[in-house]
């Protein structure tokens, strides 16, 4: 059963892992086969939703207008107004460390257009690209709800990695975050598991260990 194998791939994941100041971030990594990447209907980007969220902040930027910057202030990881995104836009150092710094964005829907004319060439090929929210509708959810939200991308290589959990969390809980991110891919897949050629979880610094 690939229950008990991943089980087994994780507690010498964490045998193997040194022990560090911080909390690491584990890792899956999915390898594929005999899947045409050339084809673009067979590339898929999706969120998954993990059946226990990360011990880990997940940082989430919120670029907002009226409502959304006053909800969002005590919760989000960082708001931004339509004046400082005019701002950033003009500065493409700042757009590209803005991608990198922040894992999720959450966009009042009527910035969307500014959004993809100036922030669209450093979020999208990084699947970041905001979730629009219209300016009634409460923010302060969809910021919660990342916590506990993956986001899977299969584009040019044939191979999938995720941050799935932390290794202070329990094994079970591991073992079920990676099964989750795994149906989700399979039920993607043209031939399910038969596409799946090889998987690795590991730990921030430690090796990465094969599920047999």
Do not use: W
């Amino acid at each position: 059963m690939v229950e008990q194998e991943l089980k087994s791939a994780i507690e010498k994941m964490k045998d193997e892992s040194p022990s560090r100041k911080f909390v690491e971030s584990v890792d899956v990594a999915i390898n594929l086969k005999d899947v045409n990447l050339q084809d673009p209907s067979k590339r898929f980007q999706m969120e998954v939703h993990l059946p226990h969220p990360l011990e880990k902040e997940v940082k989430v930027c919120v670029l907002g207008e009226g409502r959304h910057l006053v909800e969002a202030e005590p919760i989000a990881s960082r708001v931004i107004n339509k004046d400082e995104l005019d701002n950033i836009s003009r500065e493409p150092k700042l757009a590209k460390k803005l991608a990198q710094e922040y894992d999720y964005f959450i966009a009042t829907a009527s910035l969307m257009p500014t959004i993809g004319r100036s922030l669209g060439k450093v979020l999208g090929p990084r699947g970041k690209m905001p979730k629009p929210v219209p300016p009634t509708a409460p923010i302060e959810p969809l910021i919660k709800n990342y916590q506990s939200i993956v986001q899977i991308r299969l584009r040019q290589s044939p191979v999938i990695h995720a941050r799935i959990a932390t290794a202070a969390m329990d094994n079970e809980a591991i073992a079920e975050n990676v099964l989750a991110v795994l149906r989700n891919v399979e039920n993607r897949l043209e031939k399910g598991s038969n596409n799946i050629r090889s998987i690795y979880v590991k730990t921030t610094m430690g090796p990465p260990i094969k599920v047999k």
